[in-house]
């Protein structure tokens, strides 16, 4: 008897902690439900176009500055690469995982083939700014020319970025490397 009276008391107290335990869990997501249902208070929250933080942040910067916002964004053969399109180029960006910085490349396309390096220079300017806004449009403008007067590779930094420039060989169009160091 006393055997029957113990599993009794506790099945009941096990009975009142599933209750308790229930009130307490539902009034939790009760209460998850309705942060998750209030409208967002900051403004200031960054669009979303891929799921890499750091070329995420290259591309809002981009798309604030640039009069020719990056367009066909895809993702690349790797997890932190992803290609797009801006002013009749194609760019190659990606996150350098070990560094967590951001390379970019500017190839011609079809199209822009025929321009050279040359025809690179607004959409340099803008690479470059989205990367390192401390730069002036002076110093760019500045590095973009000396970068392809002599028509041969060049490497150099600018600010904190690297630059390489590959010059328009075999009919190529050139390409221009950026990197964040």
């Keep these: 008897m006393k055997k029957l009276i113990t599993l009794i008391s506790c099945l009941g107290i096990s009975a009142l902690m599933v209750a308790c335990g229930d009130t307490v869990n539902s009034e939790k997501e009760a209460s998850v439900q309705q942060k998750s249902l209030a409208p967002s208070s900051s403004s200031s929250e960054v669009e979303k176009y891929v ?79 989205a990367v390192d806004q401390s730069l002036s449009d002076e110093e760019i403008d500045r590095s973009f020319q000396e970068s392809i007067e002599k028509n041969v590779m060049v490497n150099q930094m600018l600010g904190s970025i690297n630059i390489e420039v590959i010059p328009d060989l075999y009919n190529s169009g050139g390409r221009i490397d950026i990197s964040a160091q």
């Design 51 to 129: 799921d890499d933080d750091i070329v995420n942040e290259f591309i809002t910067a981009y798309n604030a500055l640039s009069s020719s916002k990056l367009s066909n964004i895809e993702k690349g053969n790797i997890r932190t690469k992803f290609f797009a399109e801006s002013q009749g180029y194609y760019l190659e960006l990606l996150n350098a995982a070990d560094t967590n910085k951001i390379h970019i490349s500017i190839n011609p396309t079809n199209e822009t083939k025929e321009n050279g390096l040359s025809g690179m220079a607004e959409i340099f300017h803008d690479v470059v700014k």
